[in-house]
């Protein structure tokens, strides 16, 4: 089940290897869609790793629920499963094909942690930071026309551009053509 608001995007899963890679793509998504392309490869990473957990970890159940959200400069992630045991993070052998998931959780991430529920298990969250908004161009009024903001007794800010006669072929006159003002 999906459901999501403005900035508030939640997911529910089992947590298997096969839906690892679409809840992935869920959260490149929205991100795309909240415009926050920049994060979308460390989110992709820490969900992945979060939902690894899950899987490997997990008991009694994978059920878990995926939750991302942006609140002002800040995207949250976080998994919540029904196993409150707390994860730990381990140094892996360097040549270990796993045990480093939250190791990377926090080396790309702002700041990660863990939130116990008692016996309904424990949420893992990440935080990342979130560029500010691309600043919105101001609109401008179709050429030649006055601003919306203008008096009407008030002067044009915009020139109307000049009309310009010329002569086509054999000396007929064309239509004319409309050249912007110059000064």
């Not at 915009?158 to 000396?171: C, F, I």
Request: with cysteine.
């Amino acid at each position: 089940m999906i459901s999501q608001s403005s900035r508030h995007c939640t997911v529910e899963l089992q947590a298997l290897p096969s839906r690892i890679g679409q809840v992935r793509r869920i959260v490149s998504a929205q991100l795309r869609y909240w415009h926050l392309d920049p994060l979308i490869d460390e989110a992709a990473l820490g969900v992945t790793e979060l939902l690894t957990n899950v899987h490997r970890h997990a008991q009694p159940d994978k059920l878990c629920t995926v939750e991302i959200e942006l609140l002002r400069d800040r995207l949250t992630v976080s998994v919540h499963d029904h196993d409150p045991r707390m994860p730990t993070v381990r140094s892996a052998d360097p040549f270990a094909t796993n045990g480093r998931g939250l190791a990377m959780i926090a080396a790309v991430s702002e700041s990660w942690g863990v939130r116990p529920l008692g016996t309904s298990g424990k949420t893992v969250w990440f935080t990342l930071p979130a560029p500010p908004p691309a600043v919105a161009l101001p609109t401008r009024p179709a050429y030649g026309t006055k601003p919306a903001t203008a008096k009407a007794t008030g002067p044009c800010l915009h020139k109307r551009p000049a009309l310009v006669r010329t002569e086509g072929r054999g000396g007929l006159p064309r239509t004319p053509a409309r050249l912007p003002a110059v000064g």
